[in-house]
C-alpha cells in the first residue's frame, strides 16, 4: 500500500483505551500515533499495549490543537458522529492521512474539526469504544487502498488471483533510449536545452 497514515486522539482521560488504539496501530502498519491534550500514562497504556507501540512506532504528545504538528502534505481526518460527517463506507482515504479520534463521553473540540480536511463517521447506531472505533477505520483504510482483488459477486473468496505488478521502464531510460533515436543534430540540441 502506498502512503502512510498516522492515528491518534484527542482529549482522552483512559490510558488503557490510547494503549489498545496503538497497539491495533501498530498491527496495522502505523507511520505514527499522537495524543493532543490527553491524559496518557506509559505504565498504564501498556496493560493493555502488550506490542509495546511507542517503542516501535513514533509517538507525539501535543499538548493542545495548536501545538500539533503533522508532516507536510498529510490531511488530518477526524473521526466523529456528526450529522454533516462523511459515511466511512463512502469515503476515499487519502495516501497521507492522520486520523483523530475525540474523548470518551465527548466530541472532537470545535478547534480540531476546525483543523481536519474531512469529518467522517461509522454508521452505527451509537458510539462505540475508542480502540474499536479506531480498528475499524484502519482496516477501512486497508481495503480501500490496499491491493487485493475485487470481491466476488456470490458468497466465498476472489475467483481471480489479482495480477502481478507491471513495472514500466524507468522515465530516465526511456528519455535515453529517445534521445539515442533521435538524428546526430537533434540529439545534440535536445541535451543542451
Known amino acids: 500500500m502506498r502512503g502512510y497514515f498516522g492515528i ?43 506490542s509495546d507501540a511507542t517503542g516501535h512506532v513514533p509517538y507525539y504528545a501535543f499538548p493542545d490543537v495548536d501545538g500539533m504538528v503533522l508532516p507536510e502534505g ?65 482496516y477501512d483504510r486497508l481495503l480501500n487502498l490496499g491491493r487485493y482483488p475485487a470481491r466476488p459477486l456470490t458468497p466465498g473468496a476472489p475467483l481471480e488471483e489479482l495480477p502481478e505488478h507491471a513495472f514500466g521502464p524507468p522515465r530516465l531510460r526511456r528519455a535515453l533510449e529517445r534521445h539515442r533515436a533521435a538524428p546526430p543534430g537533434e540529439a545534440l540540441d535536445d541535451a543542451s536545452a
Open 8 to 50: 491518534g486522539v484527542e482529549r482522552i482521560s483512559k490510558s488503557v483505551n490510547v494503549g489498545t488504539l496503538m497497539r491495533t496501530a501498530h498491527a496495522f502498519g502505523a507511520g505514527f500515533v499522537f495524543s493532543v491534550d490527553a491524559v496518557y500514562s506509559e505504565r498504564e497504556g501498556g496493560k493493555s499495549d502488550t
Open 74 to 138: 498529510c490531511d488530518l481526518v477526524g473521526i466523529e458522529l456528526l450529522d454533516d460527517a462523511d459515511d466511512l463506507p463512502s469515503f476515499r482515504h487519502p495516501r497521507r492521512a492522520a486520523y483523530v479520534l475525540g474523548p470518551e463521553r465527548g466530541v472532537l473540540s470545535p478547534e480540531m474539526i476546525e483543523r481536519c480536511a474531512y469529518t467522517v463517521k461509522i454508521p452505527m447506531r451509537f458510539s462505540v469504544n475508542l480502540g474499536i472505533a479506531g480498528a475499524i477505520v484502519m
